[in-house]
């Protein structure tokens, strides 16, 4: 089920920074997904964002969009600590949901 | 409130033995999924269901089997056959049947280690 590779693996911020991820996928997409876990938890549904559409917003997170590249970013302004969690980018492929790996991001108080 | 909810949160188990996974909704979402998550992987699809009496297998269906008798209920048996069933499994639904439009909601996940 795997499509997307999340970059950094993981990345390690202060609070009040902003916080970049990055995903690459290789087929072709009718929207991209972007979730996020808290640890032992289960995945709870961010951002999506259309093959046509190239940003989007939702409070503190962006989005874009590049279909040339096969290539995502969520951006998240000013993380707190709570926003301590893996990110997975994920495209759907009909009856399937395929994520990365997911970016562990641990942002410090 | 709607949600999923996946029951044993924790569950062990010896070798050799067979153990059942519950999933519930109360979405009314027509499609469950079944996904395993390893440690520092993504999530691999296992089963999926799109409507009642009907699933199909996904990337790694091997020794795990699903039923889905009612719509809110998409049970997953882990069976002997599983040669490393350590893992964390996370239930999912989607209120379409196709992916391509819609998202999934995901339930908090049972972990099981084979002892």
């Known amino acids: 089920s795997q499509q997307g590779e999340e970059d950094p693996q993981a990345l390690s911020i202060q609070e009040g920074e902003n916080a970049t991820m990055n995903c690459s996928y290789k087929t072709s997409i009718n929207n991209l997904q972007w979730y996020r876990q808290n640890s032992g938890r289960g995945l709870v549904h961010l951002i999506l964002i259309r093959s046509n559409e190239r940003e989007k917003h939702s409070g503190r997170l962006r989005v874009t969009l590049d279909t040339s590249k096969k290539s995502s970013s969520l951006l998240i302004t000013a993380s707190r600590a709570a926003d301590t969690a893996s990110y997975f980018c994920?495209?759907?492929?009909?009856?399937?949901?395929?994520f990365g790996a997911g970016t562990r991001l641990t942002v410090k108080p | 409130d709607g949600g999923i909810t996946q029951s044993p949160k924790y569950l062990f188990r010896k070798e050799g033995q067979n153990v059942t996974l519950s999933c519930e909704q109360n979405?009314?979402?027509?499609?469950m999924y079944w996904y395993r998550q390893d440690p520092g992987q993504g999530l691999r699809l296992i089963y999926y269901s799109q409507i009642v009496n009907d699933f199909q297998k996904g990337d790694i269906a091997e020794g795990y089997s699903v039923s889905r008798e009612k719509k809110e209920s998409f049970p997953l048996t882990v069976t002997s056959a599983q040669k490393n069933p350590t893992a964390f499994y996370l239930c999912?639904?989607?209120?379409?049947?196709?992916?391509?439009?819609?998202?999934?909601?995901f339930g908090e996940g049972s972990r099981l280690t084979v002892l």
């Open positions: 979405l009314n979402h027509d499609a």
């Open positions: 994920a495209t759907p492929n009909n009856n399937d949901m395929r």
């Open positions: 999912a639904s989607s209120i379409k049947r196709r992916l391509d439009t819609g998202e999934l909601f």
